[in-house]
């Protein structure tokens, strides 16, 4: 439960932010001049923050919308993402914003009009081509929904945008709440990531358990929305294979592949820095001390271990879905 | 003779006495850090504020340098055990309160300061209302004032300490000693300590005892724990 809410002074009478107010009433509210101030100092702690997080509301003011990484994509040229929230309320120890960030606390961007237009002018640039737009990229799309509101504004944004632009929410959370109560739309893409349960029962801590993600994919399938599946990254066990195959099968029981959008697979691949800054969080975990290899600044699974599990997956899933549908995010 | 009163007990609690002012607040967390080297840095003090009575205690959220202007936020990841507050830290002492905060003059100083020993997690402000609009400092209420904070003080020492016992991630070594026996540098040392940790990741129930680490010297130690690993 967030107890502490920091708010940059410009916002405190931000629509969004009073209505913020009325929700979490008589927490600790603190005004900052910037959230830079609050989020960025070195001397933080991610591990302890993580037990206890705090809500920073501020202003994006550049920057608001960047091209994603090559290799970032679901079949389309032109894609970007941009990010409302830095941090999520689930603490996925492979997650590489343990690395990336300082501190653990969530930071809402409120200003969700610049984004709007941000996203605007980038479709524009395009001449009318497709271009996919990713939100669940430093975040969860969807897992503070309650607080922030956000599908809720952008699946109306959406509605009113061309036909392809797309959009992308990502999540491991089940509130889908905004999406049944709105007519589907072909744009937007409802994306989940999955691991098997032991993997998430182990180290995703506060995500919900698999049935109750399944049920809520099944139940934005069975309404009409386009929905993805994210196996990304995938994480290592000895008996990875087994437990990847039992995690498709349950799936795609409980599932229609020919109404599934997209599937990507994503390799554990980050920038050495972080995995140090991770390894110094957790030096007791075995996930940082599994067959990883550093190379060019990069830390992955060995080379030859990484393939045989992107293809062992890739193959498995072509036994459910065309290859069209099946992505390999490997940047 | 110091240039500061330091006290302190078995425990590994120290007090020292910093007098008044953000730059002898400054110069005693460094004397502190100099000599015992604390995980955790608690400025208790009294301060002004306009409305709250005299002798209400409270820590602070955010603590703002008048002078540069700075801001500091301490991090609450336990219960605070008592209501927060803004707290302005002044150059001059002041019998005016131009916001509704508390007012010091050795906080911003004492984080300044401390913030290079510690994350923001550690660093805590306890302040009792001296003063107020209606009533002046008064110097010889002082002793009486701080016993008010006491509670707030010890309770949030017992919870900083229950905090830090829950992330210690100890190796089942004295990797100091070890070390020493071996003769191994600060960066041989750095190294040992990983090499132990991955093996205690990955296969806790091998780990070599401490004795049989002692055994190994600056020239057979890394390389045996580096081969034991691979194997």
Redesign the interface.
């Known amino acids: 439960m967030i107890?502490?809410v920091?708010v940059e002074e410009a916002l405190w009478c931000h629509p969004r932010v009073a209505a913020l107010r009325d929700r979490l009433g008589g927490r600790?509210w603190?005004?900052?001049?910037h959230y830079g101030?609050?989020f960025n100092?070195r001397?933080?702690?991610f591990?302890?923050?993580k037990?206890?997080p705090?809500l920073i509301v501020g202003e994006k003011r550049s920057r608001l919308v960047l091209e994603a990484p090559a290799g970032y994509a679901i079949g389309g040229r032109h894609n970007y993402y941009f990010s409302h929230l830095l941090n999520c309320p689930y603490d996925c120890r492979y997650c590489f914003l343990q690395g990336m960030f300082r501190s653990a606390h969530f930071v809402w961007f409120v200003n969700y009009e610049d984004f709007r237009r941000a996203i605007e002018a980038a479709y524009a640039k395009h001449g009318g081509e497709a271009v996919y737009f990713f939100a669940g990229y430093d975040s969860d799309s969807l897992a503070l929904e309650p607080l922030t509101g956000f599908a809720e504004f952008f699946l109306d944004s959406f509605a009113n945008m061309p036909e392809n632009a797309f959009l992308e929410l990502r999540s491991k959370s089940t509130n889908i709440r905004p999406l049944l109560r709105r007519q589907p739309r072909d744009n937007v893409v409802c994306a989940f990531s999955f691991t098997p349960p032991e993997v998430s029962r182990r180290w995703e801590a506060g995500v919900p358990p698999l049935e109750r993600r399944l049920q809520a994919v099944q139940k934005l399938q069975r309404h009409g929305w386009p929905v993805g599946l994210r196996f990304d990254p995938l994480i290592h066990v000895p008996d990875w294979r087994a437990q990847y195959r039992r995690l498709f099968e349950v799936l795609f029981a409980a599932l229609d592949p020919g109404k599934v959008h997209s599937v990507s697979i994503g390799v554990f691949r980050l920038p050495a820095r972080y995995y140090d800054r991770m390894t110094a969080l957790?030096?007791?975990?075995?996930l940082?001390?599994g067959p990883l290899t550093a190379t060019g600044g990069m830390v992955a699974y060995r080379r030859e271990l990484e393939q045989e599990m992107v293809e062992g997956c890739r193959r498995m899933l072509l036994d459910y879905l065309p290859p069209e549908k099946l992505f390999s995010c490997q940047f | 003779m110091t240039a500061f009163h330091l006290y302190g007990n078995a425990a590994g609690t120290f007090l020292i006495v910093t007098g008044v002012g953000k730059v002898r607040a400054a110069a005693a967390v460094g004397f502190l850090a100099a000599r015992a080297a604390p995980s955790c840095w608690i400025n208790v003090g009294t301060a002004g504020h306009p409305d709250l009575p005299v002798g209400t205690v409270r820590l602070a959220h955010k603590i703002v340098d008048r002078d540069s202007g700075r801001a500091f936020y301490p991090q609450w990841v336990i219960a605070a055990p008592t209501a927060t507050d803004d707290l302005v830290t002044v150059s001059r002492p002041a019998s005016e309160f131009p916001e509704t905060a508390l007012h010091d003059m050795e906080a911003a100083g004492f984080c300044e300061a401390a913030r290079h020993f510690a994350t923001l997690e550690w660093i805590h402000v306890v302040k009792v209302v001296s003063d107020n609009r209606g009533t002046a400092f008064q110097r010889d209420r002082v002793g009486e004032l701080m016993a008010a904070s006491l509670p707030v003080l010890e309770r949030l020492l017992a919870d900083l300490g229950e905090l830090r016992e829950s992330v210690r991630d100890p190796l089942p070594f004295d990797v100091e000693r070890i070390a020493a026996t071996a003769g191994l540098t600060r960066a041989q040392t750095r190294q040992m300590e990983r090499l132990l940790r991955r093996w205690q990741a990955l296969s806790p129930d091998t780990l070599p005892t401490e004795a049989e680490l002692c055994r190994l010297d600056r020239a057979t130690l890394l390389p045996w724990l580096r081969r034991r690993l691979r194997d």
């Open positions: 107890e502490t920091y600790r603190v005004r900052c001049r101030e609050v100092p001397s933080q702690d591990r302890l923050q037990r206890r705090a957790y030096p007791a975990e075995p940082f001390h």
